[in-house]
């Protein structure tokens, strides 16, 4: 299996599994809603319509608009709560 798919798979069990520990490393990115999230974010795309990002600026760029719930354009290091700190 190609590395990137790979990788892309990683992602999205990471999106299925709402875990906030990869929130920062990438974004999910809708086609389908020209929209792109956190990958914690509670909404919940089909694969084939995803598309990652490492950046919201790159996903910016590719045309998304950042999701409203999740303003993955305002997160930042260490802004959530439940911190390792
Ligand atoms: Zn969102």
Not at 23 to 43: E, H, L, M, N, Q
Not at 49 to 67: H, K, L, Q
């Amino acid at each position: 299996m190609p590395i990137e798919m790979q990788v892309d798979d990683e992602r999205w069990a990471a999106v299925v599994r709402r875990d906030p520990a990869v929130d920062g490393a990438f974004y999910v990115a809708v086609k389908t809603t020209g929209i792109y999230c956190r990958p914690s974010c509670s909404g919940r795309p089909l694969r084939k319509n995803v598309r990652f990002v490492t950046t919201p600026t790159e996903a910016e760029a590719a045309g998304f608009r950042a999701c409203k719930r999740c303003k993955p354009n305002e997160w930042k290091p260490g802004s959530l709560a439940q911190g390792s700190a």
